[in-house]
């Protein structure tokens, strides 16, 4: 009941409108199955839609206790995905109910809810499998604006933003080659994609070989295409301005010769940039600051400008994005974006380069900012653009290069 009681909580605080990785962090302890945990509550929010859509079809006022529409939720995730047997799921979730609110009434209807679901399954997906939430698994302005946006990829990005995610490596090629390390990993542990490794089964990190000694560290392999796409030179002063926790400043130190200014405005997740840099025995000089208003007292060969942003690419990794995400968030993420590029640019020598990123799919976060740039900044020009969607393997991700021309055109 105890593992049930934290699952409880955390979808509870989910539908509250909290971050799900947060408060799977924050509620988690050694006396849970954490395994078990995070399968439950991870796998009923990448599976919210096709949940909710069953439950609104049978339940017609909701109930005003949030813990009970959690449980209802609990109870047909388990039926529809796990293989728990039934009568143990109905047995556990009206024991919790009871145990939660201290109400017969609420047990007698969780009670209700599950058993009718177990006995009348088949004619409740029929009611419901032609709904649009439930088809796709998907909120409605999500599908619409996918469907405009990628008309003939929507449904894969969709598929692919609502399976579980995998554990891609980076390998610091300042302590081994790839070469090396896959030796001493077992031939069946492993896909190589892009040149690049991905965890067949996911693990805690600290299982990982070599984790703890900086041989390797977990990037998506999206995020992993910096260095492909552009590259600093030897000696180059580079700014990442949005660094927390330090994936591609790390990535960057690893594989390239330069002088690193990170900085990020969240003071807790440069700590975590600290902590990468020292595991990876690396070093940068770290600032908090905003990179919208910060002058700083010099200027860059290279700027990483990885902004903050709907993170709609990540979803199967962040699968609450799917329910908190509101449409009109889009403009406000905009809004930032354009000013951190716009100061970031005035930081940059001329000749130098400026990488924006996003692990966004909406066009307006990407292209359309892209355009703004070009438009909008001085001595520009457009090197590179790269919009990757997401994969059954990577995240999606955009990349714009932008150069500075050595000359204003007179
Ligand atoms: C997408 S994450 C960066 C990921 C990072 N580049 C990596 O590869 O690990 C965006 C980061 O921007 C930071 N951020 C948000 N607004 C910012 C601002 N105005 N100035 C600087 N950093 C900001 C957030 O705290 C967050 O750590």
Sequence with gaps: ????????????????????????????????????????????????????????????????????????????????FTKKPAYAISNDLVELAYEVTDDVKLKGFVNAI????????????????????????????????????????????????????KLALRVNLRKTSVDQYIKQLDNDSYTYIDNKIILNNSMKIEMISLFKEGHVSIQDISAQKLIEIAKPNDGDDVLDACAAPGGKSCQLLENCNINLTSMDIDNERLN??????????????????????????????????????????????????????????????????RKIVSNLWALLKPGGILVYITCSIFKEENHDNCEYFIEQLSMV????????????????????VLGKEKHADL
């Design 1 to 80: 009941m105890n593992d049930y009681r934290t699952i409880l909580e955390i979808i509870t605080e989910v539908l509250n409108g909290r971050n799900l990785n947060e408060s799977f962090a924050s509620n988690i302890s050694e006396l849970n199955n954490i395994g078990k945990i995070k399968d439950v509550s991870y796998g009923l929010i990448r599976n919210y839609y096709i949940i909710k859509t069953i439950i609104a079809d049978m339940v017609k006022n909701a109930p005003s206790d949030i813990r009970v529409v959690a449980i209802l939720y609990i109870g047909i995730y388990e039926l529809e």
């Design 114 to 165: 599950i058993r009718g679901f177990i006995r009348n399954k088949d004619s409740i997906i029929e009611a419901v499998k032609s709904k649009t939430e439930y088809k796709y698994n998907f909120p409605i302005w999500m599908i619409s604006k996918l469907k405009a946006e990628y008309p003939r990829k929507y449904l894969e990005i969709m598929a692919n933003s609502s399976i579980e995610p």
């Design 272 to 337: 975590k940039v600290r902590q990468n840099l020292e595991r990876l025995e690396l070093s940068a000089t770290l600032i908090n600051a905003d990179a919208a208003t910060w002058t700083g007292n010099k200027k860059y060969d290279f700027i990483v400008a990885d902004v903050p942003c709907t993170a709609s690419g990540t979803m199967k990794r962040n699968p609450d994005i799917k329910l908190h995400r509101k449409q009109s968030d889009i403009a406000q993420f905009v809004r930032t974006q």
């Design 381 to 400: 020009k457009k090197i590179s653009e790269l919009n990757i969607l997401p994969t059954e393997y990577a995240d999606g991700f955009y990349y714009c």
